[in-house]
T-cell receptor, first 113, second 110 residues
Framework: NAGVTQTPKFQVLKTGQSMTLQCAQD?????MSWYRQDPGMGLRLIHY???????DQGEVPNGYNVSRSTTEDFPLRLLSAAPSQTSVYFC????????????FGPGTRLTVL | DAKTTQPPSMDCAEGRAANLPCNHS???????VYWYRQIHSQGPQYIIH???NNETNEMASLIITEDRKSSTLILPHATLRDTAVYYC???????????FGKGTRLHILP
């Protein structure tokens, strides 16, 4: 199993540009989520999904959209990037019945100029 | 609202046991205690979790006080590779969300 994969590893955007951060998992996990981590800070939950077709907001959802059309994929979209969205983004997944045991991807380092 | 309180940083000598405390004085009866760690620049890694009883796995031991208001994560023989930020998380089993606090930065000293 590849586990949780994220692409790209690094990205530089200009203010106002849009992009999609990709996240995929091959463990057939029902739950997937996106976090951001600013320098020297803990992780903050952006959006999460409890299954295909179902998404919900986390702590800091503004400026981000998600969708979950398949069990495997959970992309995060930035519609109009802002410098405040400069961060490291982590995707995570877990099984429905292993509620606290999340598996994290390696992260995407995003810089918005 | 923060459900847990952890010291911002701790030091431990290599080869000694690292004991990381966590205060969760408002924990409810159906909330679990989870521990994760994040090694520099990597995604967090699940370590262990428990409800009432002490738990042990290949990575660590979790000691939960009888009143459940605090817990301690024990790394029995710390190595330099254990240098990381350790997060203590309290959540109900039915919670869909997992919320991270600021954690404890553990420095293992050679």
């Amino acid at each position: 199993n590849a586990g949780v994969t994220q692409t790209p590893k690094f990205q530089v955007l200009k203010t106002g540009q849009s992009m999609t951060l990709q996240c995929a998992q091959d463990m057939n996990h029902e739950y997937m989520s996106w976090y951001r981590q600013d320098p020297g800070m803990g992780l903050r939950l952006i959006h999460y999904s409890v299954g295909a077709g179902i998404t919900d907001q986390g702590e800091v959802p503004n400026g981000y959209n998600v969708s979950r059309s398949t069990t495997e994929d959970f992309p995060l979209r930035l519609l109009s990037a802002a410098p405040s969205q400069t961060s490291v983004y982590f995707c995570a997944s877990r099984l429905r019945d292993r509620r606290g045991e999340q598996f994290f991807g390696p992260g995407t380092r995003l810089t918005v100029l | 609202d923060a459900k847990t309180t952890q010291p911002p940083s701790m030091d431990c000598a290599e080869g000694r046991a690292a004991n990381l405390p966590c205060n969760h004085s408002t924990i409810s009866g159906n909330e679990y205690v989870y521990w994760y760690r994040q090694i520099h620049s990597q995604g967090p890694q699940y370590i262990i979790h428990g409800l009432k009883n002490n738990e042990t796995n290949e990575m660590a031991s979790l000691i939960i006080t009888e009143d459940r208001k605090s817990s301690t994560l024990i790394l029995p023989h710390a190595t330099l590779r254990d240098t990381a930020v350790y997060y203590c998380i309290v959540r109900e089993d039915r919670d869909d969300k997992i919320i991270f606090g600021k954690g404890t930065r553990l420095h293992i000293l050679p």
